[in-house]
């Protein structure tokens, strides 16, 4: 580790009162050390990962971490907190802060590493030795692990700490324990899945239960062996990403929660688990199983309820999403590009296979444009296949990729490649719940199972869905190039509004997922929804810049700091900009932008304006129909949203007695105004 943390990385003192302070504080010691190149655009990727889940965990510790392009060697940065910043830990602030920045190649070795450092918070000595520490160096080689650790004495003369017996007393005593595996995973792979795993472990050891467990990180996923899975009492599932081959623990009683529960209270799933063992609850686990409940309920909650299952749809589809924006962003740049250079008729130029003259700036044009369309056609199987692959993991892929494109050939489009990604995905999952014989299962994943389903998901393509979403994807298409007047501004209104709510999240990517899949097959319509939907989308970013600008006395000074960086990620069509703004005021920042995205989006299509290329923002400019009155659509939302912004919190500045006089009644309204 000495190549990870050194003692300018440490920060004994940590001023900072905020968690993007205090992230901001540690960045900057990365980049004195040449370890983060740019800090305004790792700073995004780490409010980015915090917002999927808060990085806090009881005992006093944040974990702000995240994989970035940004960084250029793993690199860990400590910080102590004398009054405590919040991380969204249950138990109250963290004052061991510790910032993990991993490059977005990392290799395993760096990432094994950071992993044990997770395991080793997860032991009191440990933390108890880094409260104490006085001297940076002598910080730093504690977390390499240059330094011993003592272990803490006992707390009066004559006792001893309580432990629960060791697995193996237990089982020199004649009887056998009791046996788990789990498999740990969070988003990132960095920590959060290796402190679940010594935490259980930990907690097995307490309970004098053997726990086993199955860390699926970015550090490598070595499988348990089968036979361990096949002589355990019980299975936990710690995960905050789906679980990987999960058939190979059908039969076991489940527990399945999030990793942070894993962390949080690994007694209490140890003790769930042996309950559901002593009952004889068996899961009825496939592959496409894995919903968990938040790592707040109780343990081990069925997965079938509406509810659930709706937070489980909504994965599936992101999956897909995510697995498609790269083409995306490649293919439609691409095409864009080759229109800035030859014109729109360059799409009707011949195969540069063919005809291509080093030369001519006609002829990069088509090269450009045609390499652009080929990322394209990918969009839809891609879609498709990343749907399925979300739902029941490998073997979906190819029947979700033969669904996909075949809902292309019969013109059923993006709406066609969602339906055939979650047909392919459902046909898998119901061939994986049917018995096999033992010498069958190692062909069915690579061979029987990809076989029969694309064969189903193809005649259900083909012969009886595939028709009926063409005529309706028609129908929309007719609907879009339809739209004009009220229509079309109210159809801006609501885009702009789902752009701007949760800033990246789910709404936001569903207004995008819209517009994008007209651009697969573009016309007038479809082009005006994607000109609205990156418009909106723009907003909320450069109105935090401007409001920071404007008003700075209504901003902390992280938030200030914030703001310049704003300006160019709202510039550059990145949403996500102004996640810290609506983190620390969520009631007064997310109704204000929701109120500029819906005047951009209403302008943007009443104005008529077209956009070619999914992103970009005013880069791309030159390629957008009517590029004036589109800048006066982003200027005027941008206005209202940073008026809104600026009113709500002078007002709330402006009357400091009775905000004083809310708080000494406790009321819900002097929270957030301590909180901004």
Known sequence: MSELIT??????????????????SLAERMVAAHRVTDLDGFLADVAAREAQMPTGLDGGIGIPHCRSEHVNAPTLAFGRSAAGIDFGAADGPA?????????????????????????????????????????????????RGEEPVEEPAPEAEGTEPEAGPEPEAVEAAGSVPFRIVAVTSCPTGIAHTYMAAESLAAAGRAEGVEV????????GFKKLDPAVIAAADA?????????????????????DVGVKAGI??????????????????????????????????????????HAHFGVRLRTYLMSGVSYMVPFVAAGGLLIALSFAIGGYEIASAKSVADHFVWGEADSWAALLNQIGSAAFAFLVPVLAGYIAYGMADRPALVPGFVGGSIALTVNAGFLGGLVAGLLAGAVVMAIQRVPVHATLRGIMPVLVIPLIASAVVGILMFIVVGKPIASLQNALTDWLNGLSGSNAVILGVVLGLMMCFDMG??????????????????????LKVMAAVMAAGMVPPLAMAL????????????????????????????????????????????????????????????????????????FVVPLIGEPFLYLLAIAAGTLVATALVVLIKGARRAAPDAAGEAGATGSDDSRVTVAA
């Open 505 to 526: 999240g789910p709404l936001n990517k569903v207004a995008y997922a819209f517009a994008v899949g007209g651009l697969a097959d573009p016309t007038d319509g479809s």
């Open 547 to 618: 409001a920071t600008t404007v008003r700075k006395k209504l901003f902390t000074k992280t938030e200030r700091e914030n703001g310049r960086a704003a300006w160019v990620l709202g510039a550059s069509f990145i949403t996500e900009g102004a996640i810290p703004f609506a983190a620390a005021d969520p009631l007064r920042v997310i109704p204000s932008v929701m109120a500029g995205g819906a005047v951009t989006g209403a302008l943007s299509m009443a104005f008529g304006a077209t956009l070619r290329a999914p992103h970009g923002g005013v």
């Open 264 to 305: 949080n209270r690994p007694a209490e799933l140890i003790a769930e688990a042996r309950r559901k063992a002593e009952r004889g609850e068996i899961a009825a686990v496939s592959e496409a199983d894995g919903g968990k409940d938040s790592g707040d309920g109780e343990a081990g909650r069925s997965g079938t309820d």
């Open 212 to 219: 086993t467990v199955e860390t699926q990180g970015s550090g």
């Open 7 to 24: 003692a300018e990385l440490v920060d004994l003192d940590l001023s900072a009162a905020t968690k993007d302070a205090a992230a901001r």
């Open 235 to 255: 299975v936990i599932w710690a995960h905050d990403v789906e679980v990987r081959e999960k058939a190979r623990f059908r039969g076991k009683p489940l527990v």
């Open 95 to 143: 004052d061991l802060i510790f910032l993990i920045a991993a490059p977005a190649g990392a290799d395993d070795d760096h990432l094994t590493i950071l992993s044990g450092l997770a395991r080793r918070l997860m032991a009191p000595e440990f933390t108890a030795a880094l409260r104490a520490g006085t001297d940076p160096a002598a910080v730093a080689a504690l977390i």
